[in-house]
C-alpha cells in the first residue's frame, strides 16, 4: 500500500488522508494490534519532536 502524499503546509486534507490510510492498514487486526502499531509509529514521531525541541527548532519551522 502506498503512503499518501503529504501537502507542504499539513491541513485538514492531509489528516484526512493519513486517517484513510490508516483504516485501510488496520483491516484485520486485532485493537491491541492497532494500538501497537499506532505506538511504534508515534515512537518514531515522538522522537523527532524531541531531537528538534532539544535543537531549538519549532514544529513545522524547519
Not at 501537502?7 to 486485532?30: A, C, P, Q
Not at 494500538?35 to 532539544?54: P, T
Amino acid at each position: 500500500m502506498e503512503k499518501p502524499m503529504l501537502s507542504e503546509h499539513f491541513d485538514v486534507d492531509d489528516i484526512r488522508k493519513i486517517r484513510e490510510y490508516n483504516s485501510l492498514r488496520h483491516i484485520g487486526m486485532t485493537p491491541d494490534e492497532i494500538v501497537e502499531d499506532i505506538k511504534k509509529g508515534a515512537a518514531g514521531l515522538l522522537a523527532e519532536l524531541r531531537k528538534d525541541k532539544s535543537e531549538g527548532h519549532c514544529l513545522g519551522k524547519r
